[in-house]
T-cell receptor
Framework: EADIYQTPRYLVIGTGKKITLECSQT?????MYWYQQDPGMELHLIHY???????EKGDLSSESTVSRIRTEHFPLTLESARPSHTSQYLCASSEYERGGADTQYFGPGTRLTVL | SQQGEEDPQALSIQEGENATMNCSYKTSINNLQWYRQNSGRGLVHLILIRSNEREKHSGRLRVTLDTSKKSSSLLITASRAADTASYFCATERTGANSKLTFGKGITLSVRP
């Protein structure tokens, strides 16, 4: 089991609410990622960070925002949730292995439902 | 367009049989990785093969890579019911600070 944690595991909220999905890792990894995954479908990278104070948007446009103030913590925020945000959100972290391979360690995910 | 595409999309086999899953990709890569996802959980890294390698083994897993065909296969031998999961291939493209690109995944069901 990887030392990467996500809370909450499940969240059901109403439209318009502000939410923050938490992700933390104790492995000291510099790189962290957020993916969005709909049931039975591929992962879409929505945000990533290569270190403290570094954040970038991923391949899939997302209305969410992220911050990276501490190495171990990479929260994702939705200012105003909508039903289209209903999905599973996966957090991951990695560090380069010798030879440059990027092996990622995933948290258990947060299943978000917006009513 | 996707970098990695797995084939088949779903596979159902009997316990004890071998499971073969394929992945094709489009651009040059540094390495290709296979991940497993149990229902409702995060992904777990299984095995990595670098672009200069042709075959790797890890326990009951065997992965091959053919860079000329831009394809990889994952073989699980002597499958068990506990192998039931979704399997994803992910490619790390060549270039600085490249990120992993995941395919859509293969759903494997192993019947007891």
């Amino acid at each position: 089991e990887a030392d990467i944690y996500q809370t909450p595991r499940y969240l059901v909220i109403g439209t318009g609410k502000k939410i923050t999905l938490e992700c933390s890792q104790t492995m000291g990894h510099d790189k962290m990622y957020w993916y969005q995954q709909d049931p039975g479908m591929e992962l879409h990278l929505i945000h990533y960070s290569y270190g403290v104070n570094s954040t970038e948007k991923g391949d899939l446009s997302s209305e969410s925002t992220v911050s990276r103030i501490r190495t171990e913590h990479f929260p994702l925020t939705l200012e105003s949730a909508r039903p289209s945000h209903t999905s599973q959100y996966l957090c991951a972290s990695s560090e380069y292995e010798r030879g440059g391979a990027d092996t990622q360690y995933f948290g258990p995910g947060t299943r978000l439902t917006v009513l | 367009s996707q970098q990695g595409e797995e084939d088949p999309q779903a596979l159902s086999i009997q316990e004890g049989e071998n499971a073969t899953m394929n992945c094709s990709y489009k651009t040059s890569i540094n390495n290709l990785q296979w991940y497993r996802q149990n229902s409702g959980r995060g992904l777990v890294h299984l095995i990595l093969i670098r672009s200069n390698e042709r075959e790797k083994h890890s326990g009951r897993l065997r992965v091959t890579l053919d860079t000329s065909k831009k394809s990889s296969s994952l073989l699980i031998t002597a499958s068990r019911a506990a192998d039931t999961a979704s399997y994803f291939c992910a490619t790390e493209r060549t270039g600085a600070n490249s990120k992993l690109t995941f395919g859509k995944g293969i759903t494997l069901s192993v019947r007891p």
